[in-house]
């Protein structure tokens, strides 16, 4: 994956908490970043409710949590400065994953004009607070309906190669992204709504939201090297044949039936599915891909999920 030399990087969607310390709570529930991390096949990485939790909703069992108490900003200050040209997307996964953030914002806003509302991502370290309750780096990416923001702790993309054996890449951490604001886009359009919290299974409305969230990264990633900037130029240069290898690599290793088997028990239980097979999110990433047509990622119309 190659990024244009030259062009501004807005770094305005990103804040950068990383470093910040903070009191938990709030409710809501988080959407999880396609089973990616040590909770695996958990899509409610929310570990206090309202009313609910070991320590009673008061967030008091997960410590200090990196958030922003009231009147307060996130320091984008070192971002800034480090990510002045979109050609330090190349060099710095920081700036690329901007300029994977800006690239897949336009591409919602060309897509769906008036009905996509932009939204940040948040960058923390170890531990954050958000509207959906509090969360650990284990979480892995997530989206929180809540407060309409993607999180992401960066040390997770080295994870997902030392722990789940990827191949990694540029183009990788591009697609967990696109995953996750497609997650956002979910919940502007209502689809979430039709998915029972915590229903598990292969043919569950939580495996068809995951599986619709890959085929729309995929949507993405067919338009990428055309989407424009501000500038009338697209941020991304060159998308690779071995970087859609790559993401499908990714894909098939953060199947549940991969996690189960490989990370898990040992034992592969359908009836636990949370984001569909190895085999199911490569296949619906590449429906995306293949057709750059968000239309043809309708999970929920289909008795057929592969």
């Given at each position: 994956?190659r990024?244009?030399?030259?062009?501004?990087?807005?770094?305005?969607?990103?804040?950068?908490r990383?470093?910040?310390?903070?009191m938990?709570?709030?409710?809501?529930?988080?959407?999880?970043?396609g089973?990616?991390g040590?909770?695996?096949?958990?899509?409610?990485v929310?570990?206090?409710?309202?009313?609910?939790?070991?320590?009673?909703g008061?967030?008091?069992?997960?410590?200090?949590?990196?958030?922003l108490?009231?009147?307060e900003?996130?320091?984008?200050?070192a971002?800034?400065?480090?990510?002045d040209?979109s050609g330090?997307?190349?060099t710095s996964?920081?700036?690329?994953?901007v300029?994977?953030i800006?690239?897949?914002?336009?591409?919602?806003?060309?897509?769906?004009?008036?009905?996509?509302?932009?939204?940040d991502?948040?960058?923390?370290?170890?531990?954050?607070q958000?509207?959906?309750g509090?969360?650990?780096?284990g979480?892995g990416?997530?989206?929180?309906?809540?407060?309409?923001l993607?999180?992401?702790d960066?040390?997770?993309?080295?994870?997902?190669?030392?722990q789940?054996?990827?191949?990694g890449?540029l183009f990788?951490n591009?697609?967990?992204?696109?995953h996750?604001?497609?997650?956002h886009?979910q919940?502007?359009?209502?689809?979430?709504r039709?998915?029972t919290?915590?229903?598990?299974g292969?043919?569950?409305?939580?495996?068809?939201?995951?599986l619709?969230?890959d085929?729309?990264?995929g949507?993405w990633?067919n338009?990428a090297?055309?989407?424009?900037d501000?500038?009338?130029a697209?941020?991304?240069?060159?998308?690779?044949?071995d970087?859609i290898d790559?993401a499908?690599d990714?894909?098939g290793?953060i199947?549940?039936?991969?996690?189960?088997?490989?990370?898990?028990s040992?034992t592969?239980?359908?009836?636990?599915?949370t984001?569909g097979?190895?085999?199911?999110?490569?296949q619906?990433?590449m429906?995306?891909?293949?057709t750059g047509?968000?239309s043809?990622?309708?999970?929920?119309?289909?008795?057929?999920?592969?």
């Open positions: 994956m990024y244009r030399e030259g062009g501004r990087l807005d770094t305005s969607s990103v804040q950068d990383r470093g910040r310390g903070g938990s709570g709030g409710r809501g529930i988080a959407v999880g970043g089973g990616l040590i909770v695996g096949l958990l899509i409610v929310v570990l206090q409710l309202a009313g609910g939790g070991g320590d009673g008061t967030g008091a069992g997960l410590g200090g949590l990196a958030g108490g009231q009147g900003q996130a320091d984008n200050s971002l800034e400065q480090a990510c040209d330090d997307a190349n996964v920081d700036c690329a994953v300029a994977d800006d690239s897949v914002q336009d591409y919602w806003t060309a897509t769906l004009g008036a009905d996509y509302r932009p939204t991502t948040v960058f923390f370290s170890g531990q954050v958000t509207s959906c509090g969360a650990t780096s979480s990416p997530f989206y929180c309906p809540a407060d309409e993607v999180y992401i960066l040390t997770f993309f080295d994870q997902l190669q030392s789940f054996g990827a191949e890449g990788v591009a697609y967990v992204i696109a996750e604001y497609a997650h886009v919940n502007l359009l209502g689809t979430n039709q998915v919290p915590g229903e598990a292969p043919t569950s409305g939580t495996v068809r939201l995951e619709q969230a085929c729309f990264a949507a990633a338009h090297e055309t989407v424009p501000e500038s009338g697209p941020l991304i240069a060159e998308i690779s044949q970087d790559r499908l990714a894909a290793r199947g549940d039936d991969f996690i189960q088997e490989n990370l898990g040992g592969v239980d359908q009836d636990a599915f984001h097979s190895s085999e199911q999110r490569q619906w990433f429906t995306g891909y293949e047509d968000p043809r990622c309708d999970t929920f119309a289909t008795d057929d999920l592969g």
